[in-house]
């Protein structure tokens, strides 16, 4: 079994240490490339971002089926391009939002999502809202840093979440986190074992870790987005051709 | 990894065809142990059968736990002995409702179930409702046929099935349909290409096969049920023997 | 009228306490029989705790019918047994929750419930869910003792209340509560009192009071559970002998 | 324990009828006093209806309050006047519609109300709505008749009904109904025995008879209508003269 | 296009203050009447304010019909008379409710109402359940002060809804406000230029500014009422005369 | 007041058709300026012709801005663009679903869409549960026909319609239809007269006229979308220049 993985950030940078990352979530029988865009927003956190990056995701979902891929997964917790995706391709995507806020109702009937910023939050929202989720989802927090800076300050990501998680244990009653950014990288276990340690075991829920082994779930139980409910629309009579599409 | 199947038959004689059906769902790396029960109802097609067969799964998977498996999966869609098991022990647990419902709406916004009776539909209609993603659910219909007969007549289930497939895409619109019984084996990919082949293309989605994916992608994440979610009460101070609990 | 009380504790001691809490709840032509449990937990305040009692609740119930009562009241707010029992039996039956959730909106349209701990308050949650009333429930609070404290030191069950509720009232601006444990007997009509004192005049709902003139009110309509909601299947074809079943 | 139940009609040729209707829904220790309107529609069925009776309802509802009576039943499934009166007396006061909708969710968790009219149709969906069961409530249908027309034909209305229930259970599968008019006396128990005769157990829901034991309820559990959600403004003050409102 | 505006309280002092106020919302081509009550309680305030009150309203509704204008605003936020009146004549009325409440929608997804007191937040939270907006709705909050003391001390209005917009972004996330009175003259303008000026750059939805705009919108676009939703019953019929109704 | 339309089609030929349409729709103060795509989809039909189209939309969005314009209206029923170009100006943008949706709630309380395909049906779908109105939407019909063919037989699509028309009020007891094309010019006169005349007097909402009225009232009322909710990242700091985007 063969996942692409597209970190939709203009560097390669993080590549490695996503792949070392991944590592354990995924089955001995699948192989993993991860690629990242040329051109886009430096990271997706507005609407804008995610208008100005989702034509080249589409174009490198549609290139993974010609190449033999069985599913992707597009890195990011806003889901970008991939109710587009969808109506062009017949192998399963998925971002980081569905997978992680449709498994977090296995864990918990009462959660909640950290964000990095006010901006994201509003992308999350509007996602929880067209999945039908509201009724389990407790709260929406951000903790107000750019994805930029996330990792520049050694500890100082760690100490803001966890300052986050026990603040919204207290304030909104919540039994379960989902970690609304990829770029959290490592974050769910060290915030698991911590607020195990001081009595309060919460599940924290990491979108990469869920994502791929959904993805997996799909490929091996043969299972795709419904045609009915993406109809795909033959482009050739519509004479467009600014994104490969393949014939099908 | 090691995987506990427990379906809640008071007969082993499907156990191996369940067996050789779970292979693609599963990894290389990942084994599994089918079981079933030896007292308690011939099968969960009622709120009565489930409160007298779920004793014996709860200790099944307590025992499970013990022997160190590395999570459970009963294979029935009225989810019996889920949430009450989920107190008593760590590893993850899924049945065949939650991962299924879960799943669906990565595939589909407007989906439906079909049941072998209308009892069985009144334990998934209070399951969905508990999950809270009855938005998207557009209809739960009955074949009406009870679980011991779905596969007496080679051919007959195929049949029932495919006219209510057809029939939930004209009235209600669904674009994916849930199979809502872990006995209906091999149906999905029989519907899915019929369906295909008369211009449908629609989603069907076998329980099992997303249950065995939901479980392997928690437990390569590091992820099972909330504890503040599922309290653990002490069950020594409060002097109950009955069922074998372990210490933690 | 007779209606059988089914206080499913392990012990005795309060029957003559609840008979006499009861007397003003019940008409004229109603005669009271409270019957407590023999074996199971010593009280029902978890996942556990009720599928370890509910086959004896159930036993107790279809026994009721048999004797000729009206219909049977299980003193609990987690409902145990009432879903299952109304598979079994035709005599109407109620717990302490649908009544008084199902009351709490003729009287208030934002409402709060008060447990005695968090793993009650997870079992209220889910009965919310079901009985689909989330829209006015303003929140489920928690005093944090277990029930067999709550008698234990004169007049401190009465401050956490009163202090509880006077919270509530601040913090969710609910405009009734629902006392969510049978076992809080009095503190109704304490609190009511205490709080009308202090000029916040809000409706204390006791789950007892309002079960037993539900109760009534379906006998003399000649109202019951519907059996198309709760279908009967017949037990003898299917071989299952463990609990007592009328013929019907 | 002495009840009022207003008949919100211009006439008392229906009075006696009535009466006798009650008497099995009433304890031995509850006596009934029945009244009419003297000016107003000829019965409520539209909000033009509504807004015209509703003052003499509110005056009869405070006058009752003065003479003593413990409770107030307005007969209409409109419930008319019931939030402003509300306002005004303390006396726990039921219409028709929020008892039996309340309690269709103890019976059935997919029913449905037969109204005599479009008209009425849209006021008990509003009703509906305001009181949160939406979930619930599978559909409001209408037979289509004027109120004042129901007892013309002898078997007519008896017809109408049990065609509209049969065709509830098929086309929208309620397993319970709520009767929609306090005018279809008797009804409730024709159907249900009709339906049980046909092997179709359904629950009829009588407005009437669920309205008065919900009255008991909250008489003998010392409930009423929450001040804090019916504030109850000083009229002196502000120099409202019109309707006669009790010193409190 | 003529517009008539009906004020529902009982002195016409605030007249030409609301008439220069509307100004900059109509077009030039339309053309305002404002008018007044001659009964009924002073300000609309309480269910039983607007039971009061709406006779009169809704007569003051039909004549404008018979006296040819192409529309009425009734300037409350409760919405008096709306429902009634729209049964009795083809042209479109708003009240101060519905078109603020919808039209939050477009500016924001979260969003809150202030009001004067806890009695008019009990009118509003009703009309806010039967629009079905409560998904975005986050919460209605009061400033607890009576209409008539609204305007008496220069600047006391203006510092207390300030305090209340800060409370209600900190506390409940809120992205936009509507005001909850039509009596909060200038206060929307004032209070969007100070929160912009401390980089909090809110929307202030100002109930008449955009009750004005709906209806000008509706009479361009020849909308009104749907005669389904609002039947219309022959009065005459009925034998009910105490409102005058034109014919049609 | 200085409005700007963009027709997202690639041709012009129907500006002049819909300059004259849109004329009683305007105020005398008020001058509409229509433009077209240069490029993108020949029409707006899917989430792929969506995502190909939006840049251009918003680049023109901005432009409008720059030039003065008081308001934009992107004529279509997906709403494309509206979204991100939020987040990018200042001055109030409306597409066609919003407005026509959150308008019906004032006409009726249970109304439909009529979409061309299944594919528009899907985008209006999400549209609908991101606006959260799916309590009042009773369903999305579709006549199955490409955009490009509506006009090319006269009088085919006012019987396609009114056929449907028919149908959801039939089998779906809607009140009120929003037609969700903006190019179904006319059919909206067209089909209320005709409904009128069978004595089915059904409110149809046109999207345009809607649109047009919603946007004027922002403009007037001096409202748009709120800040905090469409937060304005600085794009010079995240050195993106794609889309030009005003300094502010």
Known sequence: MRIKVIIPLLTSKYNSAVQEELYPYIAPDVSITII?????SPSIESRYDEMYSTPEIVSKIVESEEEGYDGVFVSCVSDP???????MVD?????????????????SKHWGIITISQSCARLVRDLATLAGIHQQLACIRSID????????????????????????????????IVLGCTGMMGMAKYLSKE??????PIQIIDPTAVALGYLQMMIRAGLTHSRLEYPKLDLRER???CIKRPSS
């Open 36 to 40: 990242n865009l040329e051109s886009g």
């Open 81 to 87: 391009a991939i109710s587009v995706a969808r109506e």
């Open 91 to 107: 192998i399963p995507i998925v971002g980081g939002f569905e997978p992680a806020a449709l498994s977090a109702g296995m864990i």
């Open 145 to 176: 840093q750019p994805i930029n800076e996330l990792h520049k300050t050694p500890g100082q990501l760690e100490d803001v979440l966890l300052t986050q998680v026990k603040k919204m244990i207290k304030e909104e009653q919540v039994t379960a």
């Open 195 to 200: 607020m195990k340690a001081v009595g309060m």
């Open 239 to 241: 004479e467009i051709s």
